[in-house]
């Protein structure tokens, strides 16, 4: 069973950045369309940022669009979420998913494969 673990989350001011990584052992993620999702205290998880497989094809949510980048390294099998001008309505549990079919998406449901989550808070 595939296993998802993310890491870089922290404690971060307003209008900084952070780095978040998600990587896999013994599964190949350029197998998969990755993507990344949040859930904030009391909220639905919602999708941030999808990217394909190879072309690199990437969505962005609105919240996320110009402050966030989603990228591969592929040597490492490694997904990353680099965040910018983080402000504290970005305070949520962060969640790396994987899926198998073709379209990338911001689809919750779409997703087959799903990280324990990082929490990111931004805070002064």
């Known amino acids: 069973q595939l296993q998802l673990v993310e890491s870089g989350g922290g404690l971060v001011h307003p209008g900084g950045s952070l780095t978040l990584s998600c990587t896999a052992e013994?599964?190949?993620?350029?197998?998969?369309?990755m993507g990344w999702f949040r859930q904030a205290p009391g909220k639905k998880r919602e999708g941030v940022a999808s990217?394909?497989?190879?072309?690199?094809?990437?969505v962005y949510s609105d919240s996320a669009k110009g402050r966030f980048s989603i990228s591969r390294d592929y040597s490492k099998n490694t997904v990353y979420l680099r965040m910018s001008s983080l402000r504290p309505e970005d305070t949520a549990v962060y969640f790396c998913?994987?899926?198998?079919?073709?379209?990338?998406?911001?689809?919750?449901?779409?997703?087959?494969?799903w990280g324990q989550g990082t929490q990111v808070t931004v805070s002064s």
């Open positions: 013994d599964y190949r993620l350029d197998s998969l369309i």
């Open positions: 990217i394909s497989r190879f072309d690199p094809r990437q």
């Open positions: 998913a994987g899926e198998e079919g073709r379209l990338t998406t911001l689809i919750e449901n779409d997703y087959d494969y």
